[in-house]
C-alpha cells in the first residue's frame, strides 16, 4: 500500500512541471489510433487529443501543496483503524489523480515515439 501511495504520491510535482514545459510547446500529435489508448479508462477524446487539459483541471481544483496534504491525509485514513476523518471524500480525489496519471503516461507515451524516429536515423 505505502509503496502504490508513493508513486501517486509522487506524480504532483512532477506533473506540474510537465505542464510548465507544455507551455513552452514542441511536443509531437497525438495517435489516436494507438491500441494502448484503450487502456485509458478516465480520459474522454478531448482529453487524449490535448491531455494537459487533465494538468490544468487538476492544478485549476487546487495547487501541489494541497494535493500533497490530501493524499497524505488519505494515506491515514486508510491506515486508520477507526474512522478518523469521515468529512474525507476520496472519490474526487481518486478521480483527479487517475486522470492525472493517465494523462501523464500518454505524454510520456508521445515522447518515446518522437525519440524512436531520431534514434532509428542516428543507428542508420
Known sequence: LMTRFQVINSIVLPAATLLEQH???GEPPPNLNDPLSSKLRLLSRRDR???YR???RFFKHQPPGLWKQDLNRALGYALSRAAV???MN???VY???TQLM???WVVQERAKAAVRPAAALQSA
Open 90 to 92: 476520496l472519490l474526487p
Open 49 to 51: 487529443v490535448d491531455p
Open 85 to 87: 476523518d469521515d468529512t
Open 95 to 97: 478521480w483527479h489523480v
Open 102 to 104: 493517465e494523462a501523464a
Open 23 to 25: 507551455k513552452a510547446g
Open 54 to 56: 487533465v494538468f490544468r
